[in-house]
């Protein structure tokens, strides 16, 4: 089962964006493993992911993050601001998506 991993700083934040993933994942009939985790949690999260998705809050850390995770063939990207301010699980899932397929 494809593994989407959503870090901010605090994995609070960003739960709430989980669960709109997750209700349209069910509505797509997907059998995704979605959950959120703090920024702290990435290197010890990122063997079992898929994809890691960064909250807007912690963009900064896309290069440091890249530079571990490609070697391991895994992707990272920031979400979208307005995506997440927004709390578009549909749009965020479709990029996790692209990403996997990528």
Do not use: W
């Not at 593994?3 to 669960?19: H, K, Q």
């Not at 985790?37 to 898929?50: C, I, K, Q, T, Y």
């Not at 895994?74 to 995506?83: L, P, R, S, T, W």
């Amino acid at each position: 089962m494809p593994r989407i991993v959503l870090c901010c700083a605090a994995g609070m934040s960003t739960s709430m964006l989980v669960n709109k993933m997750k209700a349209e994942a069910q509505l797509r009939s997907l059998e995704l493993d979605i959950y959120a985790v703090p920024v702290a949690e990435f290197e010890r999260e990122l063997p079992g992911a898929d994809v890691v998705l960064l909250g807007p809050q912690v963009k900064y850390e896309i290069t440091r993050l890249s530079a571990i995770a490609e070697p391991q063939g895994k992707a990272v990207a920031v979400i979208d601001m307005a995506d997440y301010g927004m709390m578009r699980g549909a749009a965020v899932l479709d990029k996790a998506l692209a990403l996997i397929a990528h």
